[in-house]
């Protein structure tokens, strides 16, 4: 497909879109002209200063991505693939509610990747999740510990609810070894081979030489 040729399908298919929201009521137009009022309230410094952050930020996250696929998929990722699947993700993300253009990422690189499963890809946003999951357990200990009664205010069911949490925990620790315990055999180095072993692969692949 030439270069013209995509440009023209993306202009169809905003317009298309644009029509599609006309149709069913939504004042796209009046959003636009709410965004630039609130653009032009912020000084042009601070704008380019956020540009440049979530861009890094944006870039960073699709380098992890393609780390973690690049390392479940060798020789099927591309960097800009990933990219593209992320920066797509944090656009719709910021536009739709419950996180919907995670979703659209997970379908993106489940067809963009050929062997990729989506319980695959899943599993790549859970280890690429755990970054910002320590990083937030540091958030919050600084928290609690420097705000007196944060914790009451924050997560005041623990306290009212200990059973129903202390269950809660159990079950997720259980959960996680079960888990841990199930793909462990996997994550093992295979064992080395013995002198036998190797001698009779020798001499197999001798025989099957000499027999060809």
Same mark, same amino acid.
């Given at each position: 497909?030439? *270069?013209?040729?995509? #440009?023209?399908?993306?202009?169809?298919?905003?317009? *298309?879109?644009?029509?599609?929201?006309?149709?069913?009521?939504?004042?796209?137009?009046?959003?636009?002209?709410?965004?630039?009022? +609130?653009?032009? +309230?912020?000084? +042009?410094?601070?704008?380019?200063?956020?540009?440049?952050?979530?861009?890094?930020? /944006?870039?960073?996250?699709?380098?992890?991505? &393609?780390?973690?696929?690049?390392?479940? &998929?060798?020789?099927?990722?591309?960097?800009?693939?990933?990219?593209?699947?992320?920066?797509?993700?944090?656009?719709?993300?910021?536009?739709?509610?419950?996180?919907?253009?995670?979703?659209?990422?997970?379908?993106?690189?489940?067809?963009?990747?050929?062997?990729? /499963?989506?319980?695959? #890809?899943? +599993?790549?946003?859970?280890?690429?999740?755990?970054?910002?999951?320590?990083?937030?357990?540091?958030?919050?200990?600084?928290?609690?510990?420097?705000?007196?009664?944060?914790?009451? #205010?924050?997560?005041?069911?623990?306290?009212?609810?200990?059973?129903?949490?202390?269950?809660?925990?159990?079950?997720?620790?259980?959960?996680?070894?079960?888990?841990?315990?199930?793909?462990? @055999?996997?994550?093992? @180095?295979?064992?080395?081979?013995?002198?036998?072993?190797?001698?009779?692969?020798?001499?197999?692949?001798?025989?099957?030489?000499?027999?060809?």
């Amino acid at each position: 497909m030439t *270069a013209a040729r995509r #440009i023209a399908l993306i202009v169809v298919a905003i317009i *298309a879109g644009g029509a599609f929201a006309n149709l069913v009521g939504w004042d796209i137009r009046g959003w636009f002209d709410q965004l630039w009022d +609130t653009i032009t +309230t912020i000084s +042009t410094a601070h704008i380019l200063a956020a540009v440049v952050v979530i861009t890094i930020q /944006t870039t960073a996250t699709a380098y992890a991505w &393609y780390t973690i696929l690049r390392f479940a &998929y060798p020789g099927e990722v591309r960097f800009r693939i990933v990219f593209a699947a992320y920066a797509v993700c944090v656009g719709l993300n910021n536009v739709l509610t419950a996180n919907l253009g995670t979703f659209v990422m997970f379908a993106m690189l489940n067809s963009l990747i050929v062997s990729a /499963t989506f319980g695959g #890809i899943v +599993t790549g946003f859970l280890v690429e999740k755990i970054f910002f999951t320590v990083a937030a357990v540091f958030v919050y200990l600084y928290l609690f510990l420097s705000v007196p009664g944060s914790f009451d #205010i924050s997560f005041s069911w623990i306290k009212e609810n200990p059973w129903a949490t202390a269950v809660l925990v159990l079950g997720i620790v259980g959960g996680v070894a079960a888990r841990g315990y199930q793909i462990a @055999p996997r994550l093992r @180095p295979p064992a080395p081979l013995r002198k036998s072993e190797i001698s009779q692969s020798r001499a197999a692949i001798t025989a099957t030489m000499k027999s060809q």
